[in-house]
Nanobody, 126 residues
Framework: QVQLVQSGGGLVQAGGSLRLSCAAS????????MGWFRQAPGKQRELVAT?????????NYADSVKGRFTISRDNAKNTMYLQMNSLKPEDTAVYLC??????????????????WGQGTQVTVSS
């Protein structure tokens, strides 16, 4: 599987911004989908955003982050990004970048088919 290395994250005050990066060990041109999950203590893993090779201009977002987060991918740099603006305390979580088949992102039993980054802590204070 492709290796994913994350960077970014940290501590930010509510209303602030952070940018997460996810660099792949190989070309992402042929990867159908990449995205970001997040998991907070005591909560189930949540799919935050996805972007596909088929239509990079129409990414998908969880309702909780629509209008605030922007996902993008740069195939030339083999890197995916998550720009997070207007951050809220409820955004606090470990964020995980992911890559794999599009269908696997919404099927929990298929999580083993997804390549995962190491995780990045995002903490938003009030």
């Amino acid at each position: 599987q492709v290796q994913l290395v994350q960077s970014g994250g940290g501590l930010v005050q509510a209303g602030g911004s952070l940018r997460l990066s996810c660099a792949a060990s190989e070309t992402i041109f042929s990867i159908n989908a990449m995205g970001w999950f997040r998991q907070a203590p005591g909560k189930q893993r949540e799919l935050v955003a996805t972007i596909t090779a088929r239509d990079t201009t129409s990414p998908n977002y969880a309702d909780s982050v629509k209008g605030r987060f922007t996902i993008s991918r740069d195939n030339a740099k083999n890197t995916m990004y998550l720009q997070m603006n207007s951050l809220k305390p409820e955004d606090t979580a470990v964020y995980l970048c992911a890559a794999g088949p599009t269908w696997a992102f919404t099927v929990p039993a298929a999580s083993g088919l997804i390549s995962w980054g190491q995780g990045t802590q995002v903490t938003v204070s009030s």
